[in-house]
């Protein structure tokens, strides 16, 4: 069974940098065709991806938020690690990270975490 | 790269058929059969319903059927009932980057 779970802070204030941990189970980003991606969304808005990494640490960004966001995996933890900086009152959302194979949708989704940007 | 386009709602009546449609470009959703469909009830993780256009994960309803033409998915949900009743998006692998997801749409069920 596959489990993956968010945490991180809460809240941050504007300009800050946030760092969220994805813990997983059930699965290693060792196996071919692995990824895990992180998914937000806004209040009352729709999904939006971020961005993804592969087993073969192959790393995928949305353009628009490539200058702001990095990736990271730890096999051995089983965790990948989320980094954005400079965050704006507009990043407030739930952030959820998922898993997938190759491009094959995110088959399995953590509970999200909701992250508030507000000084 | 822009999200892919979907109806902001659509409804239907217990029993019926209802069609949601997910329209993008010949990069994205005209590109590759990689389309997801995803449910999601308010407060919850979305639940993907259909992978790679028209397959569907272990558990999911055959109520719940996907396809393709061009560069527009669809999603139809046949035999309409109650606990359908939740918001829908579509993704795609896209020739640029890797993802992008549908605006999402409302289902209701009347």
């Known amino acids: 069974q596959i489990t993956l779970k968010e945490s991180g802070p809460t809240l941050v204030k504007p300009t800050q940098t946030l760092t969220l941990t994805c813990t997983f189970s059930?699965?290693?980003?060792?196996?071919?065709?692995?990824?895990v991606g992180w998914i937000r969304q806004p209040p009352g808005k729709a999904l939006e991806w971020l961005v993804l990494i592969y087993w073969d640490d192959d790393k995928r960004y949305s353009p628009s938020l490539k200058s702001r966001v990095t990736i990271t995996k730890d096999t051995s933890k089983n965790q990948v690690v989320l980094t954005m900086t400079n965050m704006d009152p507009v990043d407030t959302a739930t952030y959820y990270c998922?898993?997938?194979?190759?491009?094959?949708?995110?088959?399995?989704w953590g509970q999200g975490t909701l992250v508030t940007v507000s000084s | 790269q822009s999200a892919l386009t979907q109806p902001a709602s659509v409804s239907g009546s217990p029993g019926q058929s209802i069609t949601i449609s997910c329209t993008g470009t010949r990069s994205d959703v005209g590109a590759y059969n990689y389309v997801s469909w995803y449910q999601q009830y308010p407060g919850k993780a979305p639940k993907l319903m259909i992978y790679?256009?028209?397959n569907r994960p272990s558990g999911v309803s055959n109520r719940f059927s996907g396809s393709k033409s061009g560069n527009t998915a669809s999603l139809t949900i046949s035999g309409l009932q109650a606990e359908d009743e939740a918001d829908y998006y579509c993704?795609?692998?896209?020739?640029?980057?890797?993802?992008?997801f549908g605006g999402g749409t409302k289902l209701t069920v009347l």
């Open positions: 790679d256009v028209s």
């Open positions: 998922a898993h997938t194979i190759y491009s094959s949708g995110f088959d399995s």
């Open positions: 993704s795609s692998r896209t020739t640029t980057t890797a993802l992008v």
């Open positions: 059930g699965f290693s980003l060792r196996t071919s065709g692995v990824g």
